[in-house]
């Protein structure tokens, strides 16, 4: 058997000049793998010089645009490939029926005994009679042919999908935090985004690469239709094609698919926005201040008490019994000691501006100096202070009169409208503090001697009884004012409750937003009365050498200046406060014939401006109004009681700090808020997105994968080389070309019809098709079995359908059609 047949039983004719090769391996069998080396039991073959050329056509002897170096020849104005000749210089003459010039890459002479075999370009081998004249050309050391395999695109959805599942991890970090550095981090996720979007693009376009050449071998098309099908995905004119449209409707979704790609870079970032939110967290804040009234106990009026260059102020005015005594301090005895004299100026005026302001005062600058700056803060501190306790006794007409006058009531509810002309009655001042206690110099020392056992004695506190009346009928725009109304009787009710002061534990919420304040009582325990005694006889003619009528009993309970002199200014403050609160209480409105107010209850938020009438929770209000009374405290550092929260027994004083950092008061806990910046991620618009454009994928990698299949999983890419190899057969220059200065292809050519797939080129001397099983040949071209192709090249390419249908003929024989299997199908076409 000849050493160059590679078929068992064929035999190489021994005269035979040049033939082609046979390969039963699978690798073989694949139409467009590599054709496999053959070794050659010839001398080692020389590489030869290749230059393109370009077959003579229509307008051959014209100049054209094209790639490669073009030698015409002038007898013939044919281009021809120039080989250096194994024989020496000059070559054989050129014999169209042996030579084995511009064979494909994929063809193989093996020679003959009289003609060495020729080798593929790879070889390198100089065919020059010098030998040698430069090394020959070694394969790269790195070849990129590994991203040319099946896996990367699987490789390129899985990295999309990771993408895409960083993208919503790196949100979720960010989501509620502050949005700082917003531009870098939009900047990171846009990467991400396209990282994702990129990948998954890559895996469609790989698929759409195999299915532009599955399509183009299932179809016959024209010109333009395999143009707009290799260039759809990145010119849209192709979409105005209609034979695209009916016949590959799969090139088409998968160019639709990377067209819409880029949405993925602009829905999946915008998931992620900034928002004005509360953000809140357990820090310390400075200068929280607290009320502890037991440091009016130490509090002497002779020391100006110093406090970072602020003296420190008490709620009470003093007296003493001794004159000229600014310079005599404790201890106290009988005859010298200091009585109560009313409430302080300081004390009375935050008393006015909380009356008049209707809210509690806050301290200037609170917010900052305790939050810091830009943020809002709340915090909680208990403390102990006077506070009013309050009972409703009646309310009704039907109320009962006779009880209340038992109780000590000073008025009824015959007083009070609709029944008497009065809205609003307050009798706050039963057993109050007589001012002189006695005939007294300058200072208050007493002109009388021995000086009185109850001088200044803090005998009760008095008692508050309020009458006032509500409408029954709110809603009326005005209520009845004339008694001779028929409905005057049924428009009103009395009511009619009295407070008591008391020694009251506080829990006290702070908000403080912006430059605004405001609490919230969250607790408050009555503790006991400030003064344990019952008021018994007012204005009675009993007299203790004092100008105060005042009996309460018990009296062992009076609270006296000596010798518990502590006690006394700690009550002392108590009363005090009591004494402002109740100036503004005091009063009547007379309601019938008209309003006529005489109060200053008036200028406070207990009375309505509109109506002249009491507001219908005015039990809640007066305690209200009282709270906000000693809370208001707070905005001036300088009284004795206002002390640091974290350390209640230290006074506060008034405090400056320059800086934030400057600050060295105690710190408490609290909770520090801001209305700022912050990422919000809405994880549903990203998955979305993200879902639509992975199932997508998904489906286009499952249409790769059958075009991979019907390949025999044989690569394709839509490089030029790729489309040079494919468009190499002479019939293709049997086309009415012209000539253009810029290339321009001729309307007519562009709507000729073209396929691709296996082509046998008659007009040379080449290999049979690899893989297909044809039969031994004569150098003559013909066939000593059925199905054996003529003397010629057979490659894939482009031709118009006649010859395509000629080669299949002589390929495969007449019973063989063209495949028109589904593109949804995995077999493989290995006969197309």
Request: net charge neutral; with cysteine.
């Amino acid at each position: 058997m000849d050493s160059y047949t590679r078929q068992q039983g064929h035999q190489q004719p021994t005269n035979t000049g040049y033939h082609g090769l046979q390969q039963q391996d699978a690798a073989w069998s694949d139409l467009i793998a590599p054709t496999p080396e053959i070794s050659s039991p010839a001398s080692p073959p020389l590489p030869r010089r290749v230059t393109f050329f370009q077959r003579a056509g229509r307008n051959a002897s014209k100049a054209s645009i094209g790639l490669g170096i073009e030698h015409q020849d002038e007898s013939t104005g044919y281009c021809r490939v120039q080989q250096a000749s194994p024989y020496g210089s000059p070559p054989p003459p050129f014999d169209d029926t042996k030579t084995p010039y511009g064979l494909h890459q994929h063809e193989y002479y093996a020679g003959t005994p009289d003609t060495p075999a020729f080798y593929p370009p790879s070889q390198n081998r100089d065919l020059s009679p010098d030998g040698p004249s430069k090394p020959p050309l070694q394969p790269p050391r790195w070849s990129w042919s590994w991203l040319n395999a099946p896996w990367v695109m699987y490789a390129a959805l899985f990295l999309g999908i990771v993408f895409a599942a960083s993208h919503h991890v790196f949100y979720v970090s960010l989501n509620r935090k502050p949005a700082d550095d917003q531009l870098k981090m939009m900047r990171f996720g846009g990467f991400l985004s396209y990282a994702s979007k990129a990948s998954l693009f890559a895996a469609v376009f790989f698929a759409y690469r195999q299915q532009v050449w599955l399509t183009v071998r299932r179809r016959h098309l024209r010109l333009k239709t395999v143009d707009g099908i290799f260039t759809i995905s990145q010119d849209l004119t192709g979409l105005f094609n209609s034979e695209i449209w009916k016949k590959s409707k799969v090139v088409i979704f998968l160019a639709v698919i990377m067209w819409l790609f880029p949405l993925v870079v602009i829905l999946t970032p915008s998931s992620l926005t900034v928002e004005l939110r509360e953000e809140a967290k357990q820090a310390q804040c400075g200068a929280v201040r607290t009320l502890n009234f037991e440091a009016e106990r130490k509090k002497n009026w002779r020391s100006p008490d110093l406090l970072y260059g602020y003296p420190g102020f008490s709620l009470s005015l003093w007296n003493c019994t001794l004159p000229n005594s600014s310079e005599v301090f404790e201890p106290y005895n009988a005859t010298f000691y200091d009585y109560w004299d009313g409430i302080s100026p300081p004390a009375d005026l935050v008393t006015k501006h909380t009356a008049y302001s209707g809210n509690v005062v806050p301290r200037e600058n609170v917010a900052l100096e305790t939050c810091g700056r830009g943020w809002n803060c709340s915090y909680t501190i208990t403390f102990e202070a006077p506070g009013y306790k309050c009972d409703e006794l009646g309310r009704g007409r039907s109320m009962d009169d006779k009880a209340l006058k038992n109780r000590g009531a000073p008025f009824d509810s015959s007083d009070l409208i609709p029944k008497g002309d009065f809205a609003y009655i307050a009798d706050v001042m039963g057993g109050e503090y007589a001012k002189p206690q006695v005939e007294t110099f300058d200072g208050g020392v007493p002109v009388r001697k021995p000086i009185p056992k109850h001088l200044g004695a803090l005998r009760t506190e008095p008692v508050l009884w309020i009458g006032h009346s509500v409408r029954t009928r709110p809603n009326d725009t005005l209520p009845p004012s004339k008694k001779e109304n028929a409905d005057f009787q049924s428009g009103y009710e009395p009511v009619i409750f009295r407070c008591e002061h008391y020694v009251t534990r506080y829990t006290i919420q702070f908000n403080h937003t912006f430059s605004s304040q405001s609490t919230t009582i969250l607790k408050k325990e009555h503790l006991k009365p400030i003064i344990d005694t019952l008021l018994e006889t007012a204005n009675s003619t009993v007299s203790d050498g004092t100008n105060d009528t005042t009996v309460a009993e018990p009296r062992t309970n009076y609270v006296l200046p000596y010798p518990d002199h502590q006690l006394y200014r700690l009550t002392a403050a108590y009363h005090a406060l009591g004494l402002s609160f109740r100036n503004f209480l005091k009063g009547k409105i007379h309601y019938i014939p008209f309003p006529n107010p005489i109060t200053d209850a008036t200028q406070t938020r207990l009375i309505d401006k509109a109506t002249h009438l009491a507001v219908p929770n005015l039990m809640d209000a007066v305690q209200t109004f009282y709270e906000n009374i000693t809370l208001s405290l707070l905005s001036n550092p300088q009284f004795m009681i206002v002390s640091w929260a974290a350390e209640p027994e230290t006074r506060s004083g008034v405090t400056v700090f320059d800086k934030p950092e400057d600050d060295t008061s105690p710190k408490y806990p609290c909770v520090k808020t801001r209305i700022a910046n912050s990422y919000l991620y809405v994880q549903r618009d990203l998955w979305i997105a993200y879902s639509i454009a992975i199932l997508a994928t998904v489906i286009c990698v499952g249409l790769g994968t059958a075009a991979l299949a019907q390949n025999n999983y044989h690569v394709r890419d839509i490089k030029v080389s790729s489309v040079i190899a494919a468009t190499r057969a002479p019939c293709l220059e049997e086309l009415p070309w012209k000539t253009s200065k810029w290339g321009e292809v001729p309307w007519e050519i562009k709507e000729t019809k073209l396929g691709y797939g296996i082509i046998s080129d008659r007009e040379s001397v080449g290999t049979p098709r690899i893989g297909v099983g044809l039969q031994s040949r004569t150098n003559t071209g013909t066939s000593t079995e059925g199905g054996v192709v003529g003397n010629g090249r057979v490659y894939y390419g482009f031709a118009p359908p006649e010859v395509l249908e000629r080669t299949r003929r002589e390929t495969f024989g007449p019973g063989r059609a063209r495949p028109k299997g589904s593109p949804f199908s995995f077999k493989i076409w290995e006969h197309s």
